[in-house]
Nanobody, 118 residues
């Protein structure tokens, strides 16, 4: 139901845009998030965009470099990643949380790998 794409191998300083297309859900009623899991580490929050007013929140580690956005007409959420660093290397997951749910995200995509070389 959540299909992430756009990952790849890039060099430090490059940009990449991830996309996550949602099917089978009423997209506009879901807060969308991006998470990442680096090798040997736990999955961590990256960014989210609210269903209600498109307000966004980014983790401190990516604030000012990454931008999350959504297109409700295309059922798609994006993560624009600029000034990439080797420490951004991870599998990136998109997730959806229904407006009636607080806390955990209840739908997850399969992940897309981003590798940043130095």
């Amino acid at each position: 139901q959540l299909q992430a794409s756009g990952g790849g191998l890039v060099q430090a300083g490059d940009s990449l845009r991830l996309s996550c297309t949602v099917s089978g859900l009423t997209f506009s009623t879901y807060t969308m998030g991006w998470f990442r899991q680096a090798p040997g580490k736990d999955r961590r929050f990256v960014a989210r965009i609210m269903w209600s007013d498109d307000s966004t929140l980014c983790a401190d580690s990516v604030n000012g470099r990454f931008t999350i956005s959504r297109d409700n007409a295309k059922n798609t959420v994006y993560l624009q990643m600029d000034s990439l660093r080797p420490e951004d290397t991870a599998v990136y997951y998109c997730a959806a949380r229904h407006k009636a749910v607080s806390g955990s995200y209840d739908h997850w995509g399969q992940g897309t790998l981003v590798t940043v070389s130095s």
